[in-house]
């Protein structure tokens, strides 16, 4: 049940060269609908092989996010906060190691069809992220466990403007930024919908206030050091009154800011993945309300309307 896939094709431009009848094909990312969510299809035996054997453990902290919401920047933070007292600043592996390596996805590379890793020798606490949505996320072992969530989401407009920049540099340089936008008024982007990914966690985060930490990327640049304290009292690592004090809290938000953050060797060099993607993609800007520069007033009302329907009467705004 509810394995079937059906493909989408985002509408595809077709141009016709005057003399050649040169045909050059315009078109984005192609996602399928699986458990109520879009996601490429390649990712759905290893969504169901997660589902199926991963054994979550109490003290796993989990990190979820839609794509283009400021996963690198949580899973840099989770990483540094959990292991400050193992390793200083300076010796942190996130100046040789990006992010992502980490702080593996559970559906991208910890779980895939064939492969069904022991994660049994992993110290604690282990440390995941996923883009899964909470429901399907909850077919998984997590929901019994104790284990921790942190959520991060951010202004939709933000994620679409940021997934365009994104998907044009590694895959699609030809896809046209309205198709994107129209791919996300549709909610059939990865992962999406937009306003069901935010409110499976959001809702389960108001129910259960210990097992999801819901955290907003407009929050994390206006106020980080309460923030970033928010998270460490969450996954269970506060800082002591001494630490805060000597400023650990503002170290940490300094290590893993943007303009620090791009420049680690660990993400100006080597790839990831099966798209081969340079690190260097995950920092554009970092900026909140980059999407007035690209998305017209008249668009932006359009999906502003969307989403504030979609959102209606669950406390949850943007
Ligand atoms: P922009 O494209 O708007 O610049 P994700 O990590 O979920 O893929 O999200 C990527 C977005 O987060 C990009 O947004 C990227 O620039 C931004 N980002 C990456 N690292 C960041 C950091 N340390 N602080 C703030 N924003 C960061």
Redesign the pocket.
Known sequence: EGEQSHENHPPSMVAEGDDHHIITKKQGPTFCQFQGFWCRSSLVPNIISFQKHFQALDDDIIVA?K???????LK?LVFTIVNRARFSLSNSPLNLTNPHKLIPYLEITVYGQDHIPDLTSIPSPRLFATHLPFAVLAESSIKQAKSRIVYVTRNPL?II??FW??IRGIECPDWPLVECFEMFCRGEEGFGPFWDHALGYWKESSEKPHKVLFLK?EHL?ENPIQQIKRIAEFIGFPFSVEEERAGAIEEIKTF???SN??DLVGNMTGTMGRLHIQPKE??????VG?HINYLSPSAIERFCKIVEEKLSGSGLAY
């Open positions: 996010s794509p283009k919401a400021g996963t690198t920047w840099a933000d403007v940021s920049h994104f990327y640049k893993c800011s943007f953050m791009k995950l920092f554009r800007k970092g900026e980059d």
